[in-house]
Every structure is written in structure tokens, then in C-alpha cells.
């Protein structure tokens, strides 16, 4: 009898053990995870503040011109890795002193519903995704005029999701707060118009020695025509297919008159 109660005891004691050290388990998890979860959210909450301080003031567009933008300081950086000492070449001009036929022809060529959409064309988005999962051809950007300003004053090339959401963010900002004609002034200002040539009036005099003022219909369709792809396609290149697209924007000119009246 007094074995059975010892092994009672023993089997009691083990059992007490076991409890304890499931116990102290679950508890040790439930600390883990709790620590885990608040030092990602002081984490989401550093980043979140970090962001919040550097986010840009797109107010401050109303009435101020930019004194730099995110691609001009990444060229910059490009060419002083290459120990080159070029400077970019670009000269801010006011929205008047941009030859009308370039504004036609840049909305054409980029955005043609930039005077009726509020800053994200939906059919261009759906149909860029439809083309790409048919197969037809890579996922393009499908960026709208102010998608584009966005990116160029203060994002960088990449399409990672992060950079994505932050343009999406500043497009509905300058949507919200600047006009479309000072929309489209800024991006004709800042826009790359070939290798280190930024804004209109830099590339007129550098491609074709005059103010952007005074570009005729085949001038303002040639920039247009490189803005996909400057480093590549723009004034100085003999790319047939880029001859084309000068060619194409052109009509596309003749047809579009409704923009006259919006620009």
C-alpha cells in the first residue's frame, strides 16, 4: 500500500511538472508574440514618422517652382560615379512661354484624357494588365501626365509596390491641390527630354537652338515622341521607329482640336 501511494506521489509530482512547464510554454509564447507585435508597430510607427517628415509639401507647388527633382539629382549622381562633371541642362520657363504645339503634342503622345480624369486613367491601368496577361506585350506603366510629375520630382524608376503606393499618394495630392494647367507646367519643366536635357525649354535650345516658345509642329512632335524612352529616342536619334512615333503624333495633332480650347 505505501508503494502504491509513493508511485501515486511520483506520478502526481510528474504531472505537476508537466503542467507547469506548459504552462510557463504558453506563456513564454505569448510574451514572444506580444513582443514581436508591438516592436512592429513601433516599427510601422518610427517609419510612419520618418515618412511623415520627409513626405513632400505639394502645396507648396501653388505657387513655388521646384529648385531640383528626384531624376535630375539621380543624373547627377550617375555622372559624378563616372567621375563626369556635366551638368544637366534645364531652364524653368513660365506655362506661356511653352509653344502650344508642344503641350498638344506631349497630351497626345502621354495623356490624352489628362483634362478629364483625376489624376488616374482606370481604362489605360486595365488595359496595360489585359495586354501583359495575353501576352502581347511587357506590363507598361500607364501612367497619366501627373503619375509621371509624381515620379520625377521626388520617386525613382522603380515599379516596386512601396514606390507605386507612394505615387499614388502624391498623384492624388497634386490632383487636390494644383490646377491642370499648373500641372502640366510643372511636368513640361521638369520632364527628361533626352540624356541630361530636362524641360521644355532646355530641350529646345539644345535640340533645336530656339526658345520652347517658338517650336513649330514637327518640332513638338519629335521631343513628344522620346519621352518614353529619352535616353534612346529624342531629336538626335535616327531610330526609324522613333521617326514613326514623331510621324503618328503628328496626326494624332491634326485630329485632337478639342485641345485648343483646354490648353
Known sequence: ??????????????????????????????????????????????????????????????????????????????????????????????????????????????????????????????QAVWDAVAGERSLRGASTITQQLAKNLWLTPSRSPIRKLKEAALTYQLERHLSKKRILELYLNVVEFGPGVYGAEAASRHYFGKPAADLSVAEAARLAAGLPRPARWNPASESPSYRQQSATIEERMDQAEFLWRRI
Open 1 to 126: 500500500m505505501e508503494e502504491n501511494g509513493t508511485n501515486r506521489e511520483q506520478s502526481q509530482r510528474r504531472a505537476d511538472f508537466w503542467r507547469v512547464w506548459l504552462a510557463r510554454g504558453r506563456t513564454n509564447k505569448i510574451r514572444l508574440t506580444l513582443g514581436l507585435v508591438l516592436g512592429g508597430a513601433a516599427i510601422v510607427f518610427v517609419l510612419a514618422v520618418y515618412q511623415a517628415i520627409q513626405w513632400p509639401d505639394v502645396r507648396s507647388l501653388e505657387s513655388g517652382n521646384p529648385t531640383t527633382t528626384a531624376f535630375i539629382e539621380r543624373y547627377r549622381s550617375q555622372v559624378h560615379t563616372a567621375d563626369q562633371t556635366v551638368e544637366p541642362r534645364w531652364r524653368w520657363v513660365p506655362y506661356d512661354s511653352i509653344s502650344p504645339h508642344l503641350k498638344r503634342a506631349v497630351l497626345v503622345a502621354e495623356d490624352i484624357g489628362f483634362f478629364s480624369h483625376g489624376g488616374f486613367e482606370v481604362h489605360e491601368i486595365k
